[in-house]
């Protein structure tokens, strides 16, 4: 699984929310754009899983996501928050890196597998560290791509 596939189109953002529920709220706008749906639910979707545990996996990163009632297929949002959130990671930094995951209610073993894919394409510290210094939105798209094609 690649999860460049994943990638809604205008799916890597630089995010200006300083509180998680801003960022959510950033990272569910442009899959709602670019599928049909309701930003605001896709983002209530997200907050909902947050409050079971949050998805701040440490490092400066987060995956947050959900499954969402009638999604067809897999689909995810990257973003980068240059100043970092207070996300209430498992480390207690701040996150900067995020990506959303949604996924149809059914799609359980698809979304394990996405989850772990995204795990460790954020597990090297160098690829970390290139993605926060990559000068614009465009620039992170390409790194991201670029790593997840290392397989």
């Given at each position: 699984m690649r999860i460049a596939d994943l990638l809604a189109p205008g799916g890597v953002v630089e995010l200006a929310g300083t509180a998680p529920g801003a960022v959510l709220a950033?990272?569910?706008?442009?899959?709602?754009?670019?599928?049909?749906?309701?930003?605001?639910q896709l983002a209530a979707a997200l907050a909902a899983r947050e409050k079971l545990s949050s998805t701040g996996v440490g490092d400066g990163v987060a995956i947050p996501h959900a499954r969402v009632k009638g999604l067809a297929q897999l689909v995810c949002c990257l973003g980068r928050a240059r100043e970092g959130?207070?996300?209430?990671a498992i480390d207690g930094?701040?996150?900067?890196?995020?990506?959303?995951?949604?996924?149809?209610?059914?799609?359980a073993g698809a979304h394990l597998?996405?989850?772990s894919r995204v795990s460790r394409i954020f597990k090297g510290a160098g690829f970390r560290e290139a993605?926060?210094?990559?000068?614009?939105?465009?620039?992170?798209?390409?790194?991201?791509?670029?790593?997840?094609?290392?397989?």
């Open positions: 950033e990272l569910a706008a442009p899959v709602a754009r670019a599928l049909g749906l309701d930003a605001a959130v207070e996300f209430h930094r701040p996150v900067r890196l995020f990506l959303a995951l949604f996924a149809p209610e059914g799609g597998q996405a989850l993605a926060l210094a990559a000068p614009d939105a465009e620039a992170l798209r390409a790194l991201f791509l670029a790593e997840d094609a290392k397989g």
